[in-house]
């Protein structure tokens, strides 16, 4: 660092410890941020730039948790950006009035500079935030949109509803087999009727799901093959091989309680009775 740009940063740098509390008091109005937060920022600052340091480890990690902080709370990345680039203009009116004009515009060139590489990693670290908000919405959603739910004792059933790619069905496996532990369940619906189409993707996806319950000595059953859903597994050329498929849950469910040894008898519409085989 030459002699004149070390007079300008010492210029700047006494600046802003003189005029601390009016700088970020017009931060704060201009950032529209609390004061107390950007204080504790600014004060980070200036122990960053006392003689001899130059590390800003402290003042990226305080960004680091406004910019994630701004993110949970919805602020456009603009918006977190501009409230770290508002610290200049706030700083560019103490220096306009300086009576050492030169040395202080000279120093302002310089940490104009060092608030735009903040502004930038801030603008970044916002960036990585919100994409893993938007990532643990969607594995939220997934699992919301992907319930296992008991029948019947030792029965349970998926109902899927939607699309059915790699990610799901990986949740799908993992949410019937967790279940199959916990319930000692051996029989298991997936019901898709609420699956738009089914295409050798999806099919594979199901096998792999039906394997997968298998090794977990549980019997599967896939239920809602409709005549548009048979039709493209018979043009596509689709087998199942041994696996149960039934048109509607109903068919499904009284297979299972079939396999189970449960018989199911009416009495009119008055009452159902269901009883267990004796072997």
Not at 48 to 74: I, Q
Not at 182 to 205: K, L, N, R, S
Request: aromatic letters at 6%; a negative charge.
């Amino acid at each position: 660092m030459s002699v004149h740009a070390d007079v300008a940063r010492r210029r700047i740098e006494e600046l802003l410890r003189t005029h601390e509390e009016r700088i970020v008091r017009r931060w704060a109005e201009i950032a529209s941020a609390p004061s107390e937060e950007l204080k504790e920022l600014y004060r980070a600052l200036l122990a960053a730039l006392e003689e001899g340091r130059n590390d800003l480890a402290d003042v990226r990690g305080l960004l680091a948790e406004l910019s994630r902080s701004r993110a949970r709370a919805g602020f456009a990345p603009s918006d977190t950006a501009r409230a770290v680039f508002g610290l200049k203009e706030a700083v560019y009116e103490i220096v306009e009035a300086d009576t050492e004009g030169v040395e202080a515009a000279r120093g302002f060139v310089w940490f104009s500079r060092l608030i735009d590489d903040l502004g930038l990693y801030t603008f970044e670290t916002y960036a990585e935030a919100r994409e893993k908000i938007i990532l643990d919405q969607a594995e939220q959603l997934l699992e919301l949109s992907t319930p296992v739910v008991k029948l019947w004792e030792g029965i349970v059933a998926v109902p899927l509803v939607g699309t059915l790619d790699s990610a799901r069905t990986q949740v799908v496996m993992e949410k019937l087999l967790q279940t199959l532990v916990e319930t000692g369940a051996e029989h298991a619906v997936i019901d898709i009727t609420g699956v738009p189409a089914v295409d050798t993707q999806v099919a594979q996806h199901l096998l792999k799901t039906v394997v997968a319950a298998r090794l977990m000595g549980a019997e599967c059953v896939i239920s809602g093959i409709r005549p548009q859903i048979a039709h493209t597994i018979v043009t596509l050329g689709i087998e199942f091989g041994d696996i149960v498929t039934k048109a509607s849950l109903a068919d499904a469910l009284a297979h299972a309680f079939k396999r189970a040894g449960i018989e199911v008898s009416g009495g009119g519409n008055a009452h159902v009775v269901i009883r267990a085989e004796r072997v």
